[in-house]
Each structure stands twice: as C-alpha cells, then as structure tokens.
C-alpha cells in the first residue's frame, strides 16, 4: 500500500517568515494529494489540495508544490501569522480502489511572535 | 445542517469492556470513513464505507469491527477494549471518496 512520509516533525518559524514542509510517497499511482490542518483540539480541515495532472497550486499565502518524478509535494506558507500554528497533515491517494486518504504523520507548525 | 457528529465526545473504557461510536452526517454522502490518530502517528484508516450496506477495512482493523445500516450513520464497535486502543478516533464523510473530506469533532476514547 501507500507509504507517505513527512518532514520536519516540529518547524518553528518567527512570524512573517516563510514555512516549508515536505512529503514523499511510495505509490506512482497516487494522484490526489491533500493538506489538512489540526489546530488544538479541534478537527483536521483541508486547506489545500492539488492533482497528479498539475505541478503547482496557489491560495493566497498557502501553495502547494508536486514533483511526480521525485513522488514528492510540499506545502508553502508565506507571510506566517499566529493563526497558523497547528499540526500540518499531508495525505496522498492512489485512486486504486474505494479506499480513503493515506496521511503523514504530521508538522507541529510555531510560530513565533 | 450539523455536518458530521460523532457521539460521545469522550469515554473511558475498562480493558475487556466494549462500546459503540456512532458517527452521523446529514450531508447525504456516499463515503465515510474512521480513523484514529495517535500521538506522532498521524491519522490512520481503520474502516470505510462506500454506500449503506458496505463496509471494508483500513490500515489497522484488528480489533474493530463497523456497520453501515443507514446511509447517515457508520458505527465503530469496539468487543474487547484494549489499552492499545486508547486513542482520538475521527470520523470523515465525503461525497466524492477521498477528494475533500468532512471530519467529525473527534471521540477520545482511554481504555484503562
């Protein structure tokens, strides 16, 4: 099955700094690659999501990047504020079957004031 | 319109004991799913639906079992609580299987 792995497990970052947090995955047959963010005790939420046909997605300060040959995809988030403290969750799907998402095990996201 | 619900919130569990999470969404979804996460684990599959009626196994299903009588509802049964199974249980619905998933508040769950 899928296997993704995500890194750095903790990131701290002074506010307004940018942060850049990186995943691989071991199926070529992924597609559908999501980001959740968990903020402290509340629901993971997706924030972003981009396909296997594009390289590149952007949402104001959060973008997310694919490099198919690599199997790897990272989430950029400019101009960092207080409100993007939490816990960061890549995810991938291989679109084998009827099976859910594959996930990281997660960024502790600080943002220092 | 209440989304995704997950009941109870909290429980704690003697080892041997067994308990039902239900997990209901008025959303008219297809797929639904339950995870549970862990500290430094992220968000494991343990079972999934894809319509009333169907039910199929996740990653880490030993010791689960589900049942999906009505579209609106998936239940995660626990027989025989174990300590290995203290956890944050999530639910998620989607319309679409993977592609955009609507997640419950969360049910954490100590088996003591």
């Known amino acids: 099955g899928e296997n993704v792995e995500q890194h750095p497990s903790t990131l701290s970052v002074q506010e307004g700094d940018s942060a850049v947090i990186k995943c691989t995955y071991s199926?070529?047959?992924?597609?559908?690659f999501p980001w959740y963010k968990q903020e402290l005790g509340k629901r993971p939420q997706l924030i972003i999501d981009?396909?296997?046909?594009?390289g590149e997605k952007k949402d104001q300060r959060i973008a997310v990047t694919l490099n198919k040959t690599a199997k790897h995809f990272s989430l950029h988030i400019t101009e960092t504020q207080p409100e993007d403290s939490a816990v960061y969750f890549c995810?991938?799907?291989?679109?084998?079957?009827?099976?859910?998402?594959?996930f990281g095990k997660g960024t502790h996201l600080i943002i220092q004031p | 319109n209440a989304g995704v619900t997950q009941t109870p919130k909290f429980r704690v569990l003697k080892t041997g004991q067994s308990m039902t999470l239900l997990c209901a969404q008025d959303?008219?979804?297809?797929?639904m799913y339950w995870y549970r996460q862990d500290p430094g684990m992220g968000l494991r599959l343990i079972h999934y639906?894809?319509?009333?009626?169907?039910?199929a196994k996740g990653e880490v299903p030993d010791g689960y079992n589900v049942s999906r009588l009505k579209k609106q509802n998936f239940l995660l049964g626990l027989e025989s609580a174990a300590p290995s199974q203290t956890s944050v249980y999530f639910c998620?619905?989607?319309?679409?299987?993977?592609?955009?998933?609507?997640f419950g508040s969360g049910t954490r769950l100590t088996v003591v």
């Open positions: 998620a619905s989607s319309s679409t299987g993977p592609y955009g998933y609507t």
């Open positions: 199926d070529s047959a992924s597609n559908y």
């Open positions: 981009i396909r296997s046909n594009v």
């Open positions: 995810a991938a799907y291989s679109g084998g079957g009827a099976d859910g998402l594959t």
């Open positions: 959303m008219n979804h297809e797929y």
């Open positions: 639906s894809v319509g009333e009626g169907t039910t």
